[in-house]
């Protein structure tokens, strides 16, 4: 059994406590309800806060995993989380601001004027959300795992209790995140201890996102050639396909076309995005960087992985090769600190939105119309458990790196609420059985190669799990429009609507 | 979202909502706009490993024949580095025409 690491533990509770206090202050400061800041901020803090709301455990752990392991593949999922911003800006971006509902199923329901739409996107959000906070599990068991020597499955219900108190403790005190500070935690709790890591291994350590190409220049010359030629770990079509699906899937996943109404107008929200992008892309950089460099130092010190236990490490590697080279462990402990932070803020959110989305747009809607804010309160607190239950079970065998199990959420989002939003905004026809064909296909498309696939291999190969938008987008947005055409149009206030606010200046 | 349907029946000439058929006006030069930016976008995130798919499958071969920028292969870089910058880029240009059409569509209005 492993020795439990301090530091890093102690750390950690320093920075919640430090998080928690700075949210309490940052509540004092703004003047609006529900957590989200009202007051006209610069556009380079709106950015930091789209980058912090999206920094995951899937970006800070699991990109550098998949380059560990596939190299040049891993730039579909750098390309896909970020090439998804230009489409969500260019295509819905001012279009959904001006439309005014906040969330999913508020928008279908508005749009769509249907209940079972809206009870549709409810569980479509539901079920992105858990997919979602499977991969963050993940990544926080395998910390915790490393932090304390313990098993994985010990760790991962040691993860849940810390992020349940953490949500406990948050709500009760009231604390918003402040995002500006949480990202600038992030970003330099993975930068820093990169360069450090690039200056042991020798390599110019100001700029180790363009040094780490010599690293993989120097690796002997089959391995060299395997990590640099594009199709060694994935063809083509793999490669597009999936560059895609993520790009459709942050277009439509909720809790990214959210961040459009948390600023004061729709200019501050556009111009956001730029630096937004540009603080993503500080860590998307980055990210490849720790592959190669692990890769580097597996080769000098004569190491060889068989695949399972590359496989196995690959989604902690940004702090394994921290470890291999020597680095001062407060170091690393700064990179499992920030790992920690990323998953713990990502679950928090998720569950949060999970959890509202079954209390009102399930329970209060369906269910109980006359339930008090009381009751649907504690029917969000019992979701929040039953949610994390879920995660639990799933977690416990997770079937894939943090990057792929995310990639499937984003496929999701990818081939149901992505047409329905782009449909909804872009073609007034589009009517409430166009959307509920759509989104039924859509699912379909999504799980039918995860729950039928072993029988059809062809299937898998045509719809890769984490993939399968290149085709499922498309058709979905052809059935929709199949069906729309062959059903009454939505009503007239709606189609005016449309006009005279969603697409006037 | 207003609930009332009814309606002169001179504004129910014209309610279409349509991204390959815009109103004149504004929707069609917001149009425009978004078309650039989508070509640009598509083309230089798939061009490449399209180009690549279509050029190159032997391994050794391509490494020794594309050019190489920082010490890797060109394309590497390109979408390591450059298509961030690039995607970075579009947004940039996207909002500066977004903010120009807007402007000049409120004053005439």
Redesign the interface.
Known sequence: MEMVKYTPFFLLCIILIVSLVVGMLTRRQDSGGYGIQVRSIGHASIGAAIASNWMSAASFLGIAGVFFLNG?FA?AY??GW??G???L???MG?QLRRF?KYTAPDFVE?RYESPVARVFSAVITIVISVIYCVAQYKGLGLIFAWMFGIDYTQALVFGILITLVYLLIAGALRAARNQQVHYLILILSFVIPLMLIAKKLGYNWLVP??SY??A??DLPAQIS??Y?????FGS?YE??AL??TLMVGTAGLPHVLSRFYTVPNN?DA??G??WG??FI?LL??SA?AFGAFAQNWLVRSGTVLDPEAARAIADIIVIKVAEWVGLNEIFVSILAIGGVMAAISTITGLLVSGAGAISYDIYYRLVNPNANERHLLLVAKVSTLLLAGLVLVIAVNPPGLIAQITAVAFALAGNTLFPVFLLG?????TNKYGAIAGMTVGTIVTFAPLLVGHLFPMLRAILPPTSSALIGAPLVILTMIFVSRFTPPP?????????DK???? | MPQADEQPASRREDLRVNFFRPRAGFMRKEVTIIWITLIAWATMTFGMPIHLALTHTDPAATLAEVPYIFGIPAYFWFSGQFLILWFIFLCFFFNVLIDWLTTSSRKRR
């Not at chain 1, 640099?228 to 060694?232: S, Y």
């Not at chain 1, 009503?491 to 006009?499: G, I």
């Not at chain 1, 969603?502 to 200046?505: A, E």
């Open positions: 040049y730039f750098i390309l970020t090439g911003y230009v489409l800006l260019v295509l001012s005014g508005a996102q363009f190409g010599s993989l220049k050639n395997d640099l030629f594009p199709w060694t083509p490669w597009i560059c895609f200019r556009r111009w995005v730029v992008l540009f892309g998307y950089w490849p905004i872009w073609w007034d026809r009503a007239e206030h709606v189609r005016r609507f449309l006009v969603v697409h006037s200046p």
